[in-house]
């Protein structure tokens, strides 16, 4: 399968972007889907996953209360709802797919990668 993150860009403090994911080549109804980030010099850090059926969302302490993660309608898609962005929010943000059909804060559980898009906060 192959996914293809998009949606990053610039964007000021307290601002709001929404990330997408797509899946072609096979379905990834079936799986828990994720996104990670990196930031320039930083480890990769877990920022959401979402199970198969989109019903139980998992978020990284960072992000919670600001970030949602949900699937489209097809299960294909994966959306990454960002509000109130801060500048330690900037990094690559890649979204992945779970080798289970649970979500899950692990990296080593996605056997599936996108490319990764940029986000930047600047206030």
């Known amino acids: 399968v192959q996914l293809q993150a998009s949606g990053g860009g610039l964007v000021q403090t307290g601002g709001s972007l929404r990330l997408s994911c797509a899946a072609s080549?096979?379905?990834?109804?079936?799986?828990?889907m994720g996104w990670f980030r990196q930031a320039p010099g930083k480890e990769r850090e877990f920022v959401a996953a979402?199970?198969?059926?989109?019903?139980?969302?998992l978020y990284g302490d960072s992000v919670k209360g600001r970030f949602s993660i949900n699937r489209g309608y097809a299960q294909n898609v994966v959306y990454l709802q960002m509000n109130n962005l801060k500048e330690e929010d900037t990094a690559i943000y890649y979204c992945?797919?779970?080798?289970?059909?649970?979500?899950?804060?692990?990296?080593?559980?996605?056997?599936?990668w996108g490319q990764g898009t940029l986000v930047t906060v600047s206030s």
């Open positions: 992945a797919a779970s080798r289970y059909a649970t979500g899950s804060s692990q990296a080593g559980h996605y056997v599936n």
């Open positions: 080549g096979r379905t990834v109804s079936n799986n828990g």
């Open positions: 979402i199970n198969w059926r989109g019903g139980s969302a």
